[in-house]
């Protein structure tokens, strides 16, 4: 019972995630569609189609952040449904901003292209990571590969919204454009991998044997795990290769 309470936590999590950014696309869309239809087309109507198109843009990126929630590597997903939500709201108000565009505004604008590059970035990391379970040498150093090259791009990207004045305009966009490249090659190729070398399947118990020590072990008040580091301890290898565990019941 107590085992199925962090999966129980993380699926409902993962449903409001998904359920508020349902609902706000939705509002979006609908205003996008109002002013669309009925309104006219100026500056208002520019901020209001900027700002669904927005929403809409965000909202994916938190569904495949979303998606690595309650899987290996899942505070990846955390930490990118968080980015992207603060940066959505970050962009909508540059969108409705209306001055003063001083010294601050430059920062502001600086945050919002760092947002942007994060938000992007690990939106394709976490759908990466989705196979981060997967046992296969080639697959699982494709995607180490994969991973460090997007690191390198967002580093690469970030750089020059920071300090555009340092870098050297022949060499660093091709450096920048090789390693993209190769980024984007790796996004490509690890899950191809993944599907042409299939995992081979892992001995697992049955879910009638599954439920048998669960219930075995609720009835002696101890967790599932409890009861079989109990069994396993009290086991000799030699009666478990003849099946000794009989005894032990």
Do not use: N, Q
Request: charged share 15%.
């Amino acid at each position: 019972m107590t085992t199925l309470a962090p999966r129980t936590s993380v699926s409902r999590l993962r449903r409001i995630v998904v359920g508020v950014i349902v609902v706000a696309f939705a509002i979006a869309a609908a205003g996008g569609i109002v002013v669309l239809v009925g309104g006219e087309l100026g500056d208002t109507a520019a901020r209001v189609i900027g700002t669904t198109a927005v929403v809409g843009a965000f909202s994916v990126a938190v569904l495949c952040c979303a998606a690595l929630l309650g899987r290996t590597l899942h505070a990846v997903g955390l930490v990118g449904v968080v980015v992207s939500i603060l940066t959505g709201i970050v962009v909508i108000w540059t969108i409705w901003h209306e001055g003063p565009y001083d010294g601050a505004w430059d920062v502001v604008v600086k945050c919002a292209g760092t947002g942007i590059t994060l938000t992007a970035a690990l939106a394709l990391a976490c759908l990466l990571l989705l196979l981060a379970d997967r046992h296969r040498a080639a697959v699982r150093a494709g995607l180490v590969c994969t991973l460090a090259l997007f690191a390198i791009v967002v580093a690469m990207i970030l750089y020059p919204i920071w300090a555009s004045e340092t870098i050297d305009s022949e060499v660093y966009p091709r450096v920048l454009g090789i390693a993209a490249i190769l980024a984007a090659l790796g996004a490509v190729v690890v899950p191809v991998l993944s599907l042409l070398l299939p995992e081979t399947p892992a001995a697992s118990l049955s879910h009638s044997w599954v439920t048998r020590i669960e219930d075995e072990a609720r009835t002696r008040g101890v967790t599932p795990d409890e009861f079989v580091s109990a069994l396993l301890a009290e086991t000799p290898p030699s009666d478990t290769a003849v099946g000794g565990t009989d005894d032990h019941t």
